[in-house]
T-cell receptor
Framework: NAGVTQTPKFQVLKTGQSMTLQCAQD?????MYWYRQDPGMGLRLIYY???????DKGEVPNGYNVSRLNKREFSLRLESAAPSQTSVYFC???????????FGEGSWLTVV | LAKTTQPISMDSYEGQEVNITCSHNNIATNDYITWYQQFPSQGPRFIIQ???TKVTNEVASLFIPADRKSSTLSLPRVSLSDTAVYYC????????????FGKGTRLSVIA
């Protein structure tokens, strides 16, 4: 079972560059989430998608865009990376009939 | 959104029972209370979930009073490997609400 898979695991960007973090889940879950976690801090919700075709802003959406490509995939895009976006990014998914969120292993992003 | 408040950090000696309390004064009727554990460089993982009263599994117990405005995670006889950050999450996974984590409690277990 792959669960929630994120790519890439590590990335270094220059200020102003763009990139997309990919996330895919194989558990047929309806809901998917993107969180960021700064060093020594808690998780903050960037965007979420309650179902295929819908996306909504979370706590810290500025500087990011998302796409729910299909039920399996939920990508996060940084259009013009800034040093303040240096963080660990976690993708997660959940089933409305289930009782927990499943997290990916994280993507470490450094913007210099 | 149900906001949660937890102590920032706690210390405990090995073998002791640890209780971490979470406040969630504006919990909604359909919200469940779920606790997660996070080790450094890993994503959070599920520990336990409850709606009311008491829930127990092989790793922890969860106590929820009748008014549901708080909950307490109880870890029996902690070991060094229980050193982690613990998050209380309140929300309805069965709906479309966003799931917002609090700041978590950093538990340090000392030998």
């Amino acid at each position: 079972n792959a669960g929630v898979t994120q790519t890439p695991k590590f990335q270094v960007l220059k200020t102003g560059q763009s990139m997309t973090l990919q996330c895919a889940q194989d558990m047929n879950h309806n809901s998917m989430y993107w969180y960021r976690q700064d060093p020594g801090m808690g998780l903050r919700l960037i965007y979420y998608s309650a179902s295929e075709g819908t996306t909504d802003k979370g706590e810290v959406p500025n500087g990011y865009n998302v796409s729910r490509l299909n039920k399996r995939e939920f990508s996060l895009r940084l259009e013009s990376a800034a040093p303040s976006q240096t963080s660990v990014y976690f993708c997660a998914s959940a089933d409305r009939g289930g009782n927990t969120i499943y997290f990916g292993e994280g993507s470490w992003l450094t913007v210099v | 959104l149900a906001k949660t408040t937890q102590p920032i950090s706690m210390d405990s000696y090995e073998g002791q029972e640890v209780n971490i309390t979470c406040s969630h004064n504006n919990i909604a009727t359909n919200d469940y209370i779920t606790w997660y554990q996070q080790f450094p460089s890993q994503g959070p993982r599920f520990i336990i979930q409850g709606y009311k009263t008491k829930v127990t599994n092989e790793v922890a117990s969860l106590f929820i009073p009748a008014d549901r405005k708080s909950s307490t995670l109880s870890l029996p006889r902690v070991s060094l490997s229980d050193t982690a950050v613990y998050y209380c999450l309140v929300g309805d996974l069965r709906g479309n609400t966003p799931l917002v984590f609090g700041k978590g409690t950093r538990l340090s277990v000392i030998a």
